[in-house]
């Protein structure tokens, strides 16, 4: 459970760190993009375009950040092999605080007495799920399960690509739901997956679950990175944070035999709501509108 835990926090600081270095890159590009004056920025409906993404991404910021991720990723699969996902998932969902306290230093941003407050709130409830965990579950899921994994993948990443492309300037906080979607996909993924332990490459590579995984890292970075380049840092990860956590925690306790400690399921399940309700508000406090005197929310290429 310790290492599990110890685990969890270094994938949250990897993820936290690289949500800002990447923020920093995007509204570096953006900036390039003003300054050039460039038409192609934006979609005909104020979003970031392919283009404007893919500039964002070849910033040494974001790539130092996409290190960290992929860092983050590998401590994270680790954690959820062996933690319940409900810790797992709300532990790793933390980096809402790295990602909060570190953009006051690098985009300027200052944070509200509500931000602060919800970002108690998230605090709070680690501590009464962390009390509260038992036992992980086994993982074993029938083969359906995996398919079943990979098929609503491809649906929500596909759709959500689509429609954040559609919403344009508006998507900020559905870009970040998704991603987190896509990321807590991830978390269910690396706890059924099969041919880990013991290792065996054939059963792997033939896992719908892999595949599952792919599928929703790999979207879900381009939707992050999206939310990142049109909205609030803090917003944005919130909403992955509710995104990532939420239907996890359910299907591991529901699904895969996850389950906390005798006579303390209310703590559990206390912790798990206000670790929700406090990324929630900073999804709401942490609107762009809410920072217009900060001189890098200017600088977002908005429509």
Not at 115 to 127: K, M, P
């Amino acid at each position: 459970m310790i290492i599990g835990l110890v685990t969890a926090v270094a994938a949250s600081a990897c993820y936290g760190t690289g949500s800002v270095l990447q923020a920093v890159g995007s509204r570096k590009s953006a900036r390039r993009e003003a300054a050039t004056a460039s038409g192609t920025g934006t979609t005909q409906h104020g979003g970031p375009s392919l283009s404007s993404t893919a500039k964002a991404a070849v910033t040494w910021e974001f790539m130092v950040g996409t290190v960290l991720d992929f860092v983050g990723f590998g401590l994270g699969a680790l954690a959820a092999r062996m933690l319940p996902l409900f810790l797992s998932q709300t532990v790793i969902s933390a980096n809402l605080i790295v990602t909060a306290l570190l953009s006051i230093k690098l985009l300027g941003i200052r944070l509200t007495r509500p931000e602060w407050i919800s970002i108690g709130v998230v605090c709070s409830a680690l501590v009464l799920l962390a009390t509260a965990a038992g036992h992980e579950g086994s993982g074993d899921a029938a083969m359906s399960t995996h398919w079943w994994l990979l098929v609503i993948s491809v649906v929500l990443m596909g759709g959500g690509t689509v429609a954040v492309r559609l919403m344009g300037s508006r998507a900020a906080i559905l870009a970040g739901l998704l991603s987190g979607l896509g990321f807590g996909a991830i978390g269910v993924g690396v706890r059924i997956l099969h041919g880990i332990d013991p290792f065996d490459l054939p059963a792997l590579v033939t896992d719908p679950a892999l595949y599952a995984i792919l599928v929703s890292g790999a979207v879900g970075m381009y939707l992050h990175t999206v939310a990142l380049q049109i909205g609030s840092v803090n917003g944005a990860t919130a909403a992955l944070v509710v995104g990532e956590t939420v239907l996890p925690g359910i299907i591991g306790v529901v699904w895969l035999g996850d389950a906390s400690r005798d006579g303390f399921a209310w703590v559990a399940i206390l912790g798990f709501l206000l670790a929700v309700a406090g990324a929630v508000a900073v999804a709401w406090f942490g609107e762009p509108d809410g920072h217009a005197a900060a001189p890098e929310r200017e600088l977002t290429p908005v429509g």
